[in-house]
């Protein structure tokens, strides 16, 4: 790879390609520095804030993402009609496809992003532990590609149990399967295996030393095309149900000044072995003794971003769009300084009380909590139809304080504030979260939402205020109701009404 | 004016026909309500507590939100009460249980076929919807009466995928 197939220019007009959250964050960072936005949309999205905060929207297809957001050829189009020069991609839908970056290089865009090659190599787990293992990155002991069963049988004791199978190509736990003992493994291989070819189409799969009690840690890094790197320090994103993250913060309870310095170090040196330029962030397990392994580098600015901006002070979209213009980035790694302490929670149209089960429905009223430390990044509105198209982030509630204390004291306060009617919501999740000891002492793994954590035990302490309020809604409705019915029947007399009338509102 | 008004499972017997006053369970309270505009909104000071709410109906229901939580109350005047509590609650036709699906998606699995004793709780059905999978699961312990998806299945929220009888022991 070289970086003369990379390129950047300045440019006055950018494309987004993205809905949601996400478009009106790189909408808004454009507009700060004076760029021009164009907004693409499906069906689905004529009334969404992107569109209407965006200078231009285009209309892209129907509501299934296959024939408006992920349609490469109809993106490219509206942006030469358009006459933008270059395209943000955000994250999820198009962010991590090499093809989608090449395609915009070849229409003579910017990408805002890394190369296709970055992308393509970490988006290959095992090309990914192979490019980076070679810059002197630690990675979880495991297998090569490629072995068959018998070799794989062979390796599983030097790697040692308990240990992971899992799918070259995997993501979100598919094709993954924890084995406990040597008995376990053959069973594993096939289903892993079978799983993989069927979710993914590639049924290459490897083994990997499971690490127990593990967290999951993140680095933001950035580069610019000088080959200038900065990391922004941690991210904690432990807090996860089935692979989804729900709760991250910043800086993570167990990273010290020495450790931060030590894996910011190594992150970067994951970004340099491909080149990186942009925004990426190097994802770590750490282990119980502090020992931490790459996991997989993300080539895309990441939903939960917000909190490493609140505690370094550095606008990780307008350092993306700056740096996708052919500048250099506007910090040293001796500019960057953490200071405080950010939460974010990640609101979403899911029941917490039955399973986390997506809520289908129209928002009806949304009130956003407001006040100091507060920011909420989202894109729905009242008349908002959550619908299966999508998925089902309604918004990113972040707080800032002085201390964890005081972040948490504040994301209290604005859960408690934050109205939204219409769908279910897993804010009850969020607040029961903030009341728990053992989020409150720091002390969580990745395992720790799904096998120690319960709602059953909330309470509902305004069950009688609700009675209350509801009886008097409904009474109210009863009365009106009846009123309206009374005039076309007050031919008779207007004193049996009058009478009737005050009968009912006494 | 009397209603009988349910939530979480609880009964609350409330009078609201005096001015100023509400009578819950026979304790009466101070009240003064305010609507703002439309938006069901509204603002309780109960016995000078101060509480912001959202309140709205849903399917016969009332849905009201305080503090992050959404309280489902169901709100009777006596005579409906009374009415419901002489016919007494009918479950299903067939007293089949009915395992529905809760959003459109797209059915990946079904865990049970016809004949086969599930218990309460246990996964039936995994349905795809918003990115990812759903586990639906039995709603109590009994024998699966009727399987009326099959996997790659689109569904409708709502629509009706497995049913399942009392276990064969009840009906005997």
């Known amino acids: 790879m070289s970086r003369e197939d990379l390129h950047s220019k300045k440019f006055d007009k950018l494309l987004v390609a993205n809905r949601g959250e996400i478009a009106m964050r790189v909408i808004r960072a454009c507009h700060e520095l004076g760029i021009k936005t164009v907004a693409v949309y499906s069906d689905v999205d004529r009334k969404s804030p992107h569109v209407r905060y965006a200078d231009e929207a285009y209309n892209i297809g129907p509501a299934p993402a296959r024939e408006s957001y992920l349609n490469i050829d109809k993106i490219i189009e509206v942006a030469e009609r358009s006459g933008a020069e270059a395209i943000h991609p955000g994250y999820g839908f198009l962010a991590e496809r090499a093809t989608f970056a090449q395609a915009c290089y070849d229409a003579g865009l910017v990408f805002v992003g890394p190369s296709p090659y970055a992308i393509r190599v970490m988006g290959d787990k095992l090309e990914a532990r192979r490019t980076v293992r070679e810059a002197g990155v630690p990675i979880i002991p495991g297998t090569e590609l490629g072995l068959d069963d018998g070799e794989l049988l062979e390796a599983a004791p030097k790697i040692g149990f308990p240990l992971l199978v899992k799918a070259s190509a ?4 598919r094709g993954m399967r924890p084995v406990h003992d040597p008995a376990g493994l053959p069973d594993a291989l096939d289903s892993a295996r079978r799983e993989a070819l069927a979710a993914f189409g590639d049924g290459t799969i490897y083994l990997e030393r499971m690490i127990s009690e593990a967290r999951h840690i993140e680095v933001q890094v950035l580069g610019d095309f000088r080959g200038n790197y900065i990391h922004l320090g941690e991210r904690e994103c432990s807090l996860q149900r089935r692979h989804q993250k729900l709760i991250e913060e910043a800086p993570s309870f167990v990273v010290d000044d020495e450790m931060r310095g030590q894996m910011g170090a190594v992150a970067i040196e994951a970004a340099r072995s491909v080149g990186y330029v942009s925004a990426g962030t190097v994802e770590f397990l750490v282990d119980k003794g502090k020992r931490f392994y790459f996991l997989e580098m993300n080539t895309r600015v990441q939903v939960e971003h917000p909190v490493t901006e609140l505690v370094t002070g550095v606008d990780i979209v307008q350092e993306q769009l700056r740096v996708a213009r052919g500048r250099m980035l506007r910090y040293s790694q001796d500019d960057v300084k953490l200071h405080g302490w950010a939460i974010e929670c990640r609101i979403n149209a899911e029941d917490p009380y039955n399973e986390f089960l997506p809520s289908i429905g129209t928002i009806t009223t949304v009130i956003l909590p407001t006040g100091p430390g507060v920011r909420v990044d989202t894109g729905v509105f009242p008349g908002y139809e959550v619908t299966p198209y999508y998925d089902s982030l309604i918004s990113k509630l972040i707080c800032y304080g002085e201390t964890r204390g005081e972040a948490v004291l504040r994301m209290r306060r604005a859960l408690e504030e934050y109205r939204i009617m219409g769908v279910k919501t897993n804010i009850p999740f969020h607040q029961h979260m903030m009341d728990s000891h053992r989020f409150l002492s720091g002390s969580f793994d990745t395992n720790f939402v799904e096998e120690r954590f319960s709602m059953s035990d909330r309470e509902a302490p305004d069950a009688l205020q609700a009675a209350i309020l509801a009886t008097l809604v409904a009474h109210r409705q009863g009365q009106q109701a009846s009123q309206i019915v009374a005039p076309g029947e007050r031919d008779t007399s207007n004193w049996k009404w009058l009478s009737r009338w005050e009968r009912l509102s006494r | 004016m009397k209603y009988i008004s349910t939530v979480k499972g609880e009964k609350y017997v409330i ?42 109906e849903r399917d016969d229901t009332w849905e009201v939100l305080i503090h992050g ?53 246990e996964k039936v059905v995994i349905l795809e919807s918003m990115k990812m999978e759903n586990e639906l699961r039995s709603s109590r312990d009994g024998v699966v009466a009727h399987v009326y998806v099959s996997p790659g299945a689109s569904v409708e929220k709502g629509q009706a995928l497995v049913a399942i009888s009392s276990p064969p022991s009840d009906q005997s």
């Not at chain 2, 304790?27 to 603002?43: A, H, K, M, P, R």
């Not at chain 2, 009415?83 to 007494?88: P, S, T, V």
Request: aromatic residues 6%; without cysteine; proline residues 2%.
């Open chain 2, 15 to 56: 009078d609201i026909d005096q001015e100023g006053r509400i009578t819950v369970d026979e304790q009466t309270y101070e009240i003064d309500v305010q609507f703002l505009s439309d938006s069901g909104v509204l603002s309780l000071l109960l016995d000078k507590h101060s509480i912001e709410a959202i309140v709205e």
């Open chain 2, 69 to 121: 939580e959404l309280y489902t109350v169901l709100v009777q005047d006596e005579r409906a009460f009374r009415l419901e509590k002489e016919q007494g609650t009918s479950f299903d036709v067939s007293g089949d249980a009915i395992v529905k699906s809760p959003m459109p998606g797209l059915i990946i699995d079904i865990l049970v076929e016809a004949g086969q004793s599930v218990e309460q709780g």
């Open chain 1, 170 to 173: 995997g993501g979100g736990g």
